[in-house]
């Protein structure tokens, strides 16, 4: 049964725009040196949720019992808060398959590996909660400075087709509400009201 399991590569980015190089390397290497069949997943994806496409594939793939390790890059890659993480650890160990991270040293079949493995769970959040304070206390500073963030630039309006702009004026002949026609013609609201004041 042994023989048969994969070592499943995993890689992930958080988005459309970042690239796997990074990782690759380093991961090609270890695969190259091994003698077990390997397959790669990757997935564009947030590292805040465990729901991604090719993750999930990998799921069912361990509760099939056809993976024996899975290997990241950093132990990041696979998510970033420590319930999602220590829960994965702990079903990983119930199936008996390993984890290993390679930048992080990390190797979950040893005793070592685990008691790291769940204090990187704990920093790889606390990171991510430090984060998302930087982000909300740059939010409240452009707030106090006027910053407004949605609809379109000031002194640029969206451009409207006569279609729209048509279906704007019936709907609101038929007293439809305006946060309604937003939605039902794809514009924001500012655009809505600037299209019926020129009525």
């Not at 950093?74 to 999602?84: F, Y």
């Not at 991510?128 to 910053?147: C, D, I, L």
């Not at 709907?171 to 299209?195: F, Q």
């Amino acid at each position: 049964m042994e023989s048969n399991r994969i070592v499943a590569i995993y890689c992930r980015v958080s988005t459309g725009q970042q690239g796997v190089e990074s990782q690759l390397p380093d991961l090609q290497r270890w695969a190259d040196a091994q003698d077990k069949p390997t397959r790669w997943y990757r997935d564009k994806w947030s590292g805040k949720t465990m729901d991604r496409p090719a993750w999930r594939k990998l799921e069912r793939e361990l509760q099939a019992g056809k993976v024996s390790a899975v290997v990241v890059w950093r132990l990041d890659r696979l998510g970033r808060t420590a319930s999602g993480l220590t829960a994965l650890f702990d079903e990983l160990r119930r199936r008996k398959v390993n984890l290993i991270s390679l930048r992080d040293g990390l190797d979950l079949s040893t005793c070592a590996g685990r008691l790291m493995a769940n204090v990187l769970a704990s920093v790889a959040q606390y990171e991510t909660e430090v984060r998302g304070e930087r982000v909300r206390a740059g939010q409240a500073v452009a707030r106090a400075k006027g910053k407004r963030w949605g609809g379109s630039k000031p002194g640029k309006r969206k451009k409207v087709t006569d279609t729209q702009t048509k279906i704007i004026r019936r709907m609101k002949h038929d007293g439809v509400p305006v946060a309604e026609i937003a939605r039902a013609v794809a514009l924001s609201r500012p655009t809505v009201y600037a299209v019926l004041e020129g009525t």
